[in-house]
């Protein structure tokens, strides 16, 4: 599968951004999407999944309350509303595939397909 993420960039502290991915090559319907973030240095750290007819979403505590995921089986994109940002949330942003239809997971090792990230910067 194809990802390709955009939609990132510079925002003040309290501000909202929404990241997209576009997915090709797979049944999108029939997979779990999720994104993920990473601070140069550091591990990546899961962020939010959501099912694969998007009945069914996570999200890791640092977000909750203020990221949404949704999805367009139609469009095969996944989004990420993120509100009240905080300079926290600074990193390069991915979404990715689950490996395996019909999961729903929140464990990076069961996704694949990161595909180019989008950054995302956050000023105090």
């Known amino acids: 599968v194809q990802l390709q993420a955009f939609g990132g960039g510079l925002v003040q502290a309290g501000g909202s951004l929404r990241l997209s991915c576009a997915a090709s090559g797979r049944i999108f319907s029939s997979y779990s999407m999720g994104w993920s973030r990473q601070v140069p240095g550091k591990e990546r750290e899961f962020v939010a999944v959501?099912?694969?007819?998007?009945?069914?979403?996570y999200y890791a505590d640092s977000v909750k309350g203020r990221f949404t995921i949704s999805r367009d089986n139609a469009k095969n994109t996944v989004s990420l509303q993120m509100s009240s940002l905080k300079p926290d949330d600074t990193a390069v942003y991915y979404c990715a595939c689950s490996k395996k239809m019909w999961i729903f997971t929140t464990t990076l090792a069961d996704f694949d397909s990161w595909g180019q990230g989008t950054v995302v910067t956050v000023s105090s």
């Open positions: 959501i099912s694969n007819r998007g009945a069914t979403t």
